[in-house]
């Protein structure tokens, strides 16, 4: 026998045994490769493995350096018909392709991607051709010639491992679905083990929601035996509308009625199997009490909802808000978070009691100031208001206007330095007694007495601004004294020499009188000519030609002080116009001019004083207050004209106020224009705070600007500036024509 026979024959009879000896396809794999290097001697040997869709799933080769690693590598996952051997291959009809002379045969391209002299190659493949398992080549760096027994050896070697290749697929096919089955098994042991110790209800039902097994959790969780809730449909026993509300891969919240107590219960679900894939289709649910996560949710929301109502209460009163609004707005945030029927807050003085605050989810309305009779409060309302403790209760009284139809109530004391200002209450029928409503209604108390003292505040601030106002009042009528004691004086002085001037005159005129009438009874007896000389003389002695000219003058002299005199007093009159409690209409162009003639001493020793003033609607507002703004302006734009005048500046100035209407006559603004050195820039941002000034010590308090802006602000208007540096400064008063709409918390 030839050596290449003997070679050949014995390599497929290791090779057969070895495949037999073990179904793994690994090793078959690695055994069929071994025998092709035997059966050929040749070179290198490489197999290939593919898939149902002929993409390379093995390869094995007999190098084993770096670039056949690589090589391996790269063939993976690729198609075999990428493969240039297996094109050459796949091209014939046999499976099997031995080339003696690969550049001749298959051409230099291919002969130069393949690096080979000759080759050999057999398809693997089941032997109906059905499917594709692969393919086995060898290569030869030298020219080498097949003989016939080694082409019958590739050709047995081919079919032997194409039956090895099917064996052990088929093998590996047959033990997968072994390993499914037990697979399967375990996982329902492992289902049955978990639903059986877990505390959570697990349910498995048929595609429809039909419930065929329920673990014994759902005695506990639902309050029902697992026997009782086989048949029945899942989402009916969860408490949903239907089995669609059961969303795969997300949870469902729903309540299920309970005579004791509310039950929440938590519900997953998801669909196990394929109904395409000929699979059986069921839904695997768990369900899980959370009663208590519920609860404690409900309680968050209704603690922050408490939360964005006190903050919205605070904010008003923050921004000023009158204590009416206030304790409307309390009553209504109370009564809108615990669904009440009436929410109050009463003031309490004394024996009497009367609504603060109101808010009536009927619409009712109990108007701020309105007096509740004891009758009106009942018995245990105001039994609790005298004792100033906290009460629930019914009214004992019908038609009460606090009252509810349930005639319950609650009610909590509003305390103030330790004394009791107040009741916070509210008429919630049977929910009254409900714990997270009493919560709430004690945060609102805390929150009522903080309104409370800030309200208190409030008031002292206003009071002690009043004090200041006035006492700043004063401070300028202090200041301008003695310049308004020097206005009247000049008027004052040439009245006074005009009345004595008339009274020497009336003197003269009395005694020429009195001679004309001693002359009428003495005429009877004198000559004509006597009496005339007579008269003459009289009227020489009583100069009676300077007494007719002058006296018409002296008149209109004292008329004119007297004017004078009496235009001040008007101005100072205007100026200290009594605040009233209440906004009234006012010629502000009229108190302007007012104004400067009671400011004119203090002014026109530095600056000329224009006005341009448009022609005003009367403008509500308290104008003794905006008296005092005006002239705090014009007082501090001499101020600083003066400052300039004595740094080297101009030595006058002008001072110019303006009135105009804006914002569709909605809005009067007055301002104050000065020519003096203008505002620093370090000291812009501070100008409107309290005691703040730049004047020398003694001539400034700080609070002219301050009050000055508060007032605007309590008018419900602003007080703004423009100003440069060596031209001088601009102030403009802005208020609304129509006033605020509400009485202002500035006491006199």
């Not at 006074?496 to 009874?521: C, K, N, P, Q, T």
């Amino acid at each position: 026998m030839p050596e290449s026979s003997r070679r050949a024959t014995l390599s497929l009879g290791d090779v057969a045994a070895e495949i037999y000896a073990s179904l793994d396809p690994a090793t078959t794999i690695a055994a069929i490769t071994r025998a092709a290097i035997g059966a050929l001697g040749a070179d290198r040997a490489t197999t290939y493995v593919t898939d149902e869709h002929g993409c390379i799933t093995e390869v094995h080769t007999t190098e084993t350096d770096e670039r056949a690693r690589a090589f391996i590598e790269r063939s993976i996952g690729r198609p075999m018909e990428e493969m240039p051997v297996w094109r050459a291959l796949g091209a014939q009809r046999d499976p099997v392709l031995l080339v003696e002379d690969v550049r001749a045969a298959l051409g230099d391209e291919f002969a130069d991607r393949i690096g080979v002299t000759s080759f050999g190659g057999v398809r693997l493949e089941r032997a109906d051709g059905a499917e594709f398992l692969g393919g086995i080549f060898c290569s030869f760096r030298e020219r080498h010639a097949f003989s016939e027994p080694e082409r019958g050896a590739v050709r047995t070697l081919g079919a032997l491992a194409s039956l090895a290749l099917a064996n052990a697929r088929l093998f590996q096919h047959t033990d997968d679905g072994l390993q499914e089955a037990r697979k399967a098994a375990e996982a329902q042991r492992a289902f049955r083990l978990m639903a059986e110790n877990s505390s959570d209800v697990i349910t498995r039902c048929d595609a429809d929601g039909v419930i065929e097994y329920v673990s014994p959790a759902a005695l506990t969780v639902l309050h029902r035996s697992p026997a009782d809730l086989v048949g029945r449909r899942l989402h009916d026993v969860v408490g949903l509308d239907r089995v669609a509300d059961l969303t795969v891969g997300q949870s469902v919240i729903s309540r299920l009625p309970r005579e004791d107590a509310e039950l929440w219960v938590e519900t997953s679900a998801r669909r196990v199997g394929d109904a395409i894939s000929g699979d059986r289709v069921e839904i695997h649910a768990s369900t899980r009490d959370v009663t208590l996560r519920q609860r404690a949710r409900e309680e968050l929301a209704s603690v922050a909802a408490e939360q964005a109502g006190l903050r919205r209460v605070a904010g008003r009163v923050a921004d000023g808000a009158p204590p009416e609004e206030a304790w409307t707005l309390l009553s209504q945030e109370l009564g809108t978070l615990v669904d009440s029927t009436n929410a109050w807050v009463l003031r309490v003085e004394g024996e009497r009691v009367a609504v603060a605050g109101f808010w009536s989810a009927g619409g009712a309305v109990l108007e701020p100031g309105r007096e509740v009779t004891p009758a009106e409060l009942g018995v245990a309302l105001g039994a609790a208001i005298a004792g100033g403790v906290p009460a629930d209760g019914r009214f004992d009284v019908d038609g009460s206007p606090l009252c509810g139809p349930s005639g319950c109530f609650s009610a909590m004391p509003i305390v103030a330095d330790g004394a009791v200002w107040g009741v916070l209450g509210m008429t919630d029928g049977m929910r009254v007694t409900n714990v997270r409503n009493r919560a709430h209604l004690r945060a609102f108390q805390e929150v009522a007495c903080a309104i409370l003292t800030t309200l208190l505040a409030r008031s002292q601030r206003d009071e002690m601004e009043g004090v200041l106002r006035h006492a700043q009042k004063l401070e300028a009528v202090g200041q301008l004294a003695a310049g308004i004691a020097h206005e009247i004086n000049t008027p004052i002085q040439f009245v006074g020499d005009s009345v004595e001037f008339l009274r020497d005159a009336f003197d003269d005129m009395r005694g020429l009188l009195e001679r004309y009438r001693a002359l009428a009874e003495t005429a009877a007896a004198g000559t004509e000519q006597e009496l005339a000389g007579r008269l003459e003389e009289a009227d020489d002695e009583a100069d009676l030609e300077y007494l007719l000219e002058q006296v018409p003058k002296a008149i209109e002299r004292t008329l004119d002080g007297a004017g004078r005199v009496a235009e001040i007093v008007r101005a100072m009159k205007e100026f200290a116009h009594p605040r009233r409690d209440s906004q009234a209409p006012a010629d502000l162009n009229r108190a302007i001019q007012s104004t400067a003639t009671v400011a004119r001493n203090e002014l026109k020793y530095v600056a000329d004083v224009a006005f341009e003033l448009a022609d005003l609607p009367p403008v509500v507002c308290h104008l003794g207050d905006v008296n005092q703004v005006v002239l705090n302006l014009m007082v501090n734009a001499a101020h600083a004209i003066a400052d300039r005048t004595a740094g080297g500046g101009p030595e006058r100035g002008t001072i110019t106020v303006t009135t105009r209407l804006s914002g569709d006559a909605q809005w009067v603004t007055i301002s104050v224009a000065d020519t003096g050195g203008g505002i620093p820039d370090d000291v812009r941002e501070r100008i409107f705070e309290p005691f703040f000034t730049t004047k020398e010590v003694g001539k400034g308090t700080g609070q002219g600007l301050a009050i000055a802006a508060r007032v605007c602000e309590a008018h419900g208007g602003s007080l703004s500036f423009d100003t440069e540096l060596g031209e001088g400064t601009t102030f403009h008063l802005r208020l609304p024509v129509d006033g605020t709409g509400e009485p202002l918390e500035l006491p006199a």
